[in-house]
Nanobody
Framework: QVQLVESGGGLVQPGGSLRLSCAAS??????????WGWYRQAPGKQRELVAR???????NYADSVKGRFTISRDNAKNTMTLQMNSLKPEDTAVYYC?????????WGQGTQVTVSS
């Protein structure tokens, strides 16, 4: 079992930056094998992939965030971060940390990001 806890959401003006963090706890064996990701869900919309980092370090990003968001992980601390720059109102959503291992998805509770002037 793996537990994920996000932090770092909040209210920011357009053009601003936020940094989200996700801390994993539980099975170290599973955490070390996990691919990590960030998803988001805006009101009335489906949850969508924002960014993902695979075990080998490869990453992929949604087209809407390429060049603005950066995903990274710290294996020693079992944490993952999402640095979000040049934020836009359309980035407003609840952001969820995701871990995938052994055919199982693990989710955090979500953190609200609101981009508004």
């Amino acid at each position: 079992q793996v537990q994920l806890v996000e932090s770092g959401g909040g209210l920011v003006q357009p053009g601003g930056s936020l940094r989200l963090s996700c801390a994993a706890s539980g099975s170290i064996f599973s955490i070390n094998l996990m691919s990590w990701g960030w998803y988001r869900q805006a009101p009335g919309k489906q949850r969508e992939l924002v960014a993902r980092m695979f075990r080998g370090g490869n990453t992929n990003y949604a087209d809407s965030v390429k060049g603005r968001f950066t995903i990274s992980r710290d294996n020693a601390k079992n944490t993952m971060t999402l640095q979000m720059n040049s934020l836009k109102p359309e980035d407003t959503a609840v952001y969820y940390c995701n871990g995938f291992v052994g055919g199982t998805n693990y989710w955090g509770q979500g953190t609200q990001v609101t981009v508004s002037s």
